[in-house]
């Protein structure tokens, strides 16, 4: 089992920055893939960047530039730098950690962009 708690969220203005936290606990090193989602209201749950153990960094393409995902393994945490946040960056953030077959998720943190 792994144990993803988030942090971090919250209401910000656009052209502000956020940076959201994830630190994993329990069978940390079955995890091969750490990544972030967002689900906005009324629509499915999207990737917006992962990260794999080697190193290996993927983003969507609508927060290539703007955003970056970065993880302290001696903390075995976690982050999303969030810059240059629009409105449609508005959703219900989720962290998420992919073991052999089986996926783990936080329990989300909201991030609010007002225009």
């Known amino acids: 089992q792994v144990q993803l708690v988030e942090s971090g969220g919250g209401l910000v203005q656009a052209g502000g920055s956020l940076r959201l936290s994830c630190a994993a606990s329990?069978?940390?090193?079955?995890?091969?893939?750490m990544g972030w989602y967002r689900q906005a209201p009324g629509k499915q749950r999207e990737l917006v960047a992962s990260?794999?153990?080697?190193?290996?960094?993927n983003y969507a393409d609508a927060v290539k530039g703007r955003f970056t995902i970065s993880r302290d393994n001696a903390k075995n945490t976690v982050y999303l730098q969030m810059n240059s946040l629009k409105p449609e960056d508005t959703a219900v953030y989720y962290c998420?950690?992919?073991?052999?077959?089986?996926?783990?998720w936080g329990q989300g943190t909201q991030v609010t962009v007002s225009s």
């Open positions: 990260i794999l153990n080697g190193g290996s960094i």
């Open positions: 329990g069978s940390i090193f079955s995890v091969n893939v």
């Open positions: 998420n950690a992919k073991a052999r077959l089986v996926s783990y």
